[in-house]
């Protein structure tokens, strides 16, 4: 989806070249000079044609491998492909590096994504079939890079031998049940704060030529901040002055609308023939679906080859910052130990294998290595989840009531005795977004990461629940959830949990976070408004993550129904919250114990 690490990216071979000990660990040393052919025009089937620079190895004259690079960024200037183009094709590969349907050099009309799994089909169709290929094709990249990758997969062009996606997972669709839909949705949300600060800098139609996408929208001096307050959402964009682009229709479509089906993303019945390497980061948007796209290629591979071959390597970084960690590696305001690995070499011996056939055992190497925050290490499992892995719930409970942190909001094993707490949420002063698996935003206050959100603690609008201080380190590694019963005196309102690191001096750190748009707890194809004081079962999926509490900490839920601006503001109404101005203040009780026991729940991982 998006495009966070522009500048990282283009300024990548004079970081490297300027190498410190604890910078990334640099890639291996070229074997070949580079000659680029700039424009090469390739046709798709319905007569357009795709500009596309192609990287070559000097001297070498027998037929190569191709890897196959698409954006809609500026083939020519965005680091995206520039910086891997230059060094898989200094390996001895072939690269094209190409701009997508409608963008900068290429020809045709662009909407996002629309074309881009049939023309990426078309693409790996005619690299495969040059005088200087061998037939094999592998495909590489990183967020909107990456997510081409998955709709070209699901063709399965029988050259697609090898793909490394990273930073992927707005791909997906219907599959899990997510409708992540470009990453526009998180819980049947907007992801507001992201989806408009991408069409802000990328996602409009208008073509520019020198420069790197920021170039026009540079010029817009757009206030984010204030513009996110302004209502309403689908005309944002619009009032902004933004270029024209596809933002209206995208938040003008709900996450299970037809709209959405021609772009073709991720569904649980897809099939897959290609060996894949999944990256991505758990501050990411998207972390539980890169593992659950990994598991569903396996699942739905055609072949024993794609079945046994899909591998997924999680660090505990922000959007596409997996290659470019220091050490140590800083996520927001915390920092965790060294999660470097020579990233580039492995994504060489991945192609290498596949493309060229060397034995060099990239097939035995663990299916997934995730970095667990807060012990800061590296650990491997054969599967996802992780062998040995409990799901152990933790149910909320209270005496006196826990709104803010000077209530007494416990998180305990056992049911509590029937209770509940209530807040009152206006949507006109929502609960402020501070960090969190956002990404591509476009206001440097509003970033992603791990914060200190002590602050926030004393709103009415936030129940706050605490386990006793942990006596021992506590691990966990899976996909965290809080099922909550709910009853409310709106028609719709939302539901957001956020997982809380408490440390030993009191702050407050987010460790991972999600929404539940309530009119989706039965699922995105079936919203369903509620009625006053019925109570209901919500479940927020608050992402996957590996992570350790140490001893001396505490785990703390918080439990409110804003997280603004990462998610647009549900206005409480019922009605079509992206047109509507005007809303209504919404009180909202969390129910606790006997028949509808609120609970948090881990993926705890042995000692």
Not at 211 to 239: C, H, Q, W, Y
Not at 509 to 533: C, E, H, Q, S
Not at 562 to 573: A, G
Not at 596 to 607: A, D, E, G, K
Request: glycine letters at 10%; hydrophobic letters at 35%.
């Amino acid at each position: 989806m998006r495009f966070a690490i522009v500048l990282l990216a283009v300024l990548a071979p004079a970081a490297l070249a300027a190498q410190d000990a604890n910078g990334p660990i640099p890639p291996p040393a070229a074997k070949y000079k580079v000659a680029i052919e700039k424009d090469v025009m390739v046709p798709m089937r319905d007569g357009v044609r795709l500009a596309t620079d192609i990287y070559r190895p000097e001297g070498v004259t027998e037929r190569l491998p191709v890897i196959l690079i698409r954006t809609p960024y500026n083939k020519a200037k965005y680091g995206g492909p520039t910086t891997p183009a230059q060094f898989f094709a200094g390996q001895g590969y072939t690269v094209m590096a190409q701009d997508v349907r409608g963008q900068f050099a290429s020809e045709g009309s662009y909407r996002v994504q629309a074309t881009d799994g049939r023309d990426g089909y078309d693409s790996i169709d005619w690299a495969s079939k040059q005088p200087w290929s061998n037939g094999n094709v592998g495909t590489f990249g990183c967020s909107y890079l990456g997510e081409t990758q998955y709709l070209e997969s699901k063709l399965h062009h029988p050259a697609h031998k090898a793909m490394i996606p990273q930073a992927a997972s707005g791909a997906t669709g219907p599959a899990g049940g997510f409708y992540t839909n470009f990453g526009t949705y998180d819980g049947g949300a907007l992801t507001l704060s992201s989806i408009f600060g991408w069409f802000s800098f990328a996602g409009h139609r208008v073509k520019e030529s020198t420069d790197t996408r920021v170039g026009v929208s540079n010029t817009l001096k757009i206030d984010f901040a204030a513009m996110l307050r302004t209502l309403p959402t689908a005309t944002l964009a619009e009032r902004a002055g933004i270029p024209p682009s596809d933002f209206q229709d995208f938040v003008t479509h709900p996450p299970a609308d037809p709209y959405w089906d021609e772009v073709g993303y991720l569904r649980d019945d897809d099939q897959f023939d290609t060996p894949a390497l999944h990256v991505n980061s758990w501050l990411d948007v998207t972390p539980e679906q890169t593992l659950y796209v990994m598991n569903l290629m396996r699942r739905n591979g055609l072949s024993a080859r794609a079945r046994e071959n899909q591998f997924a390597i999680m660090s505990p970084t922000t959007h596409c910052g997996t290659d470019y960690a220091a050490n140590p590696v800083k996520v927001g305001a915390r920092t965790f130990g060294d999660s470097r690995q020579p990233f580039q070499q492995i994504y060489l011996d991945w192609f290498d294998h596949w493309l060229k056939g060397v034995d060099n055992g990239v097939t035995r190497r663990p299916h997934v290595q995730y970095y667990v925050m807060g012990e800061n290490r590296w650990r491997s499992a054969p599967t996802w989840p992780v062998p040995g892995m409990r799901p152990v719930p933790y149910y909320l409970s209270s005496e006196k009531g826990a709104v803010t942190r000077s209530g007494d909001g416990k998180l305990g094993a056992r049911i509590p005795a029937v209770g509940k707490d209530w807040y009152v949420y206006d949507p006109d002063n929502p609960l402020p977004s501070r960090g969190g698996t956002i990404c591509c935003t476009g206001n440097a206050a509003d970033q992603p990461g791990i914060f200190d959100q002590s602050d926030l603690e004393s709103r009415s609008d936030l129940l706050v629940y605490s386990t006793p201080v942990l006596k021992a380190p506590l691990t966990i590694a899976g996909s965290v959830k809080a099922v909550l019963y709910l009853s409310s005196d709106a028609r719709d309102t939302d539901v957001i949990a956020k997982l809380i690191d408490v440390d030993e001096q009191g702050r407050s750190w987010n460790v991972v976070n999600g929404i539940k748009r309530v009119r989706y707890r039965d699922g995105m194809a079936k919203p369903a408004l509620m009625t006053a004081g019925q109570v209901y079962k919500v479940e927020v999926s608050l992402k996957a993550v590996a992570y350790q509490f140490p001893a001396g900490h505490r785990i703390r839920l918080w439990v409110s129904s804003s997280d603004f601006p990462m998610y647009d503001r549900n206005l409480n109404t019922g009605g079509d919250n992206v047109t509507e101005t005007s809303w209504v203040k919404a009180t909202n009780t969390i129910h606790l114990g006997g028949g509808h026991p609120s609970v948090l729940v881990l993926p705890v991982l042995p000692h």
